[in-house]
DNA sequence: TCTAATTACATAACTGGTTATGCAAATATA
DNA sequence: TATATTTGCATAACCAGTTATGTAATTAGA
């Protein structure tokens, strides 16, 4: 066993805790049985919690142990018949269920407390043999899951890996097919095509490269899965606007909206840019946030040839 | 949640095993929905396995990944019937049901090994930032709960306390009915009363005690639960007899067999006896293995009132 | 060599939890 | 003040494991 963990790595920590779970408790069976006290383990932390307050209800209850109120609900239900508690107990509210020790509860969890004590002292013994502390182990695990889940921690690692296979290169002709492939997908999904998408995605040479700007493309393992054009523009305000910026969906989660927006603004401020202008549609939740994200601040209506514009954003470079 | 295992203390370390395996179980689901793998997370012990060494039958899985074998008959099941394994391969032996992974299994299998790297670096992550090592804790638990279980820890924590309200005390009067009582409570079950076990019985003070012999009454908690004689021998070979040794079986595993054994040795090298001697009988196998511990040697024949002697030991005291 | 014991596995039933759901009581709101 | 929402809890159904049990195939033994 002890090799199989060994071989499988963390990834089985789940069943290698699970495993070690079932061993206490089903020691924990046993040592009822060597003190003479007829109670299922299972009940141990209701019980515990009623010998602490007297009276509780069985949300109450479900809530400081952290078990779910069905679970409590059938603890609760069990123990009543073994008469250890007295339950459905008068209240003002009526859907409650108040519960509380019976005399043979009390009598019982006197006697619990003498076994108590023997476990604490054998789990001490154990502590003091081991180099590893597991009981304070399991605290710091908890306190750091609580603080980042397992599930984003694995998310991170994810995205660092892939982002190590993503690529941003700049415009060859060959990515015409996929600059437009891609912009076309997500502006058909949301909204329609329009006539100046045509124009820009259509020759992209003439109307931007041709023109003073720079298109980059981000390959994920050599394929092109997203693009991003800086557009030179003819306006006293701005030098140079952020558009055609699309994403496969198959490529999400690997930050190549950060990796393409940040080409960009870094060409911006090579070219000399001081300003950086976009327009875009207030629906793209996941787009804006990215612009939030760059440094992006929302400004005041201006003239688009695109329907679908509702808000436009500008970024103030300061070097 | 921390607070409740703050007061309940280590005897909730089953409970709160459970909780933390539940987080990573939880997050298990999530983390394959992630890396978009059709996988169930039971299913990652028995995958692994099958990845390791092509074929397998159901019974060596169970026993490599530590389950019970009912559980990865289920297993294998769904994983057949997600295309994953080929199961019921020909064998020699046509009890057995040997698996493999399919085609679809091994691409599968691919796939998982880029998760299986995040999730290493995640955990790994986690390691470095946590004061305490979990994994290391676990194996070193695994460990020492091998060497010597929760149960048989408890239990000797348990024998200790106990023995610590054993005292053991000389013989007076108020105690005849207890020396009676106890003695012929364990005869009775086992053989029947014979003479000479009544007139000890009976007359403690003229046929042991004033023969310059001694009684000792170990009590628990202040009640008479235990008793053992040593008698003067009329014989060149022997001092003294221990005999009449009883304890109660409501008092059993508080070590007070050894505790009143002790406590006869002793009185013998003060009353300045060089060989102790016994009779028992081979049936009453817990009685014969405290004498080996308290250092008595199986000795030849030699006559004995009692027809339910079978045994008889001798303690040659060294000082 | 024929029978008895053992082995491999499937199935059923149980365990200690969970989520989903529905109902009655209490509270909030128009 | 009538209605909508929320709350507390019981019940049902599920989940991932377990133990118990029955059956067919194999191996051991008289």
């Not at 609580?146 to 995205?159: G, I, P, T």
């Not at 820009?200 to 693009?227: H, Q, S």
């Not at 690997?254 to 875009?280: H, P």
Request: aromatic fraction near 8%; proline fraction near 3%.
């Amino acid at each position: 066993m002890k090799s199989f963990f060994d071989k499988t790595g963390k990834m089985a920590l789940g069943s290698r805790l699970r495993m070690l779970t079932a061993r206490f408790t089903d020691d924990a069976t046993e040592i009822y049985k060597l003190y003479d006290l007829p109670l299922s383990p299972k009940w141990f932390p209701v019980l515990f919690i009623l010998i602490e307050d007297t009276e509780k209800t069985i949300t109450e209850i479900a809530e400081e142990i952290g078990h779910s109120q069905p679970s409590v609900t059938k603890i609760i239900k069990e123990m009543a018949a073994a008469g250890l508690v007295a339950s459905n107990l008068k209240s003002a509210d009526k859907r409650t269920n108040v519960v509380k020790l019976s005399e043979k509860g009390q009598q019982l969890s006197e006697k619990l407390k003498v076994q108590l004590v023997d476990v604490e002292a054998a789990v001490e013994t154990l502590t003091s043999e081991a180099r590893h502390n597991l009981w304070e182990a399991i605290a710091e695990w908890e306190f750091l899951l609580d603080h980042k889940s397992l599930l984003r921690r694995v998310n991170e690692e994810k995205k660092l890996r892939e982002s190590k296979d993503v690529r941003i290169v700049e415009y060859e002709a060959k990515y015409q097919s996929a600059f437009k492939a891609l912009n076309e997908e997500w502006i058909s999904t949301y909204f329609t095509m329009e006539a100046a998408d045509y124009k820009a995605l259509d020759n992209p040479k003439t109307y931007i490269l041709d023109r003073g700007g720079k298109i980059f493309v981000a390959l994920y393992k050599d394929e092109p899965v997203g693009v991003c054009a800086l557009i030179k523009m003819d306006d006293p305000d701005y030098d140079f606007e952020m558009a055609k910026m699309a994403v496969s969906p198959k490529a999400q989660g690997k930050n190549i909206g950060w990796l393409l927006g940040n080409a960009i603004v870094k060409a911006t401020k090579e070219l000399g840019g001081k300003k950086l202008y976009l327009e875009s549609n207030t629906l793209l939740k996941p787009a804006i946030s990215l612009y939030h994200k760059l440094g992006f601040k929302k400004v005041v209506s201006r003239a688009t040839p695109y329907a679908r514009a509702n808000i436009q954003m500008e970024l103030v470079l300061d070097n």
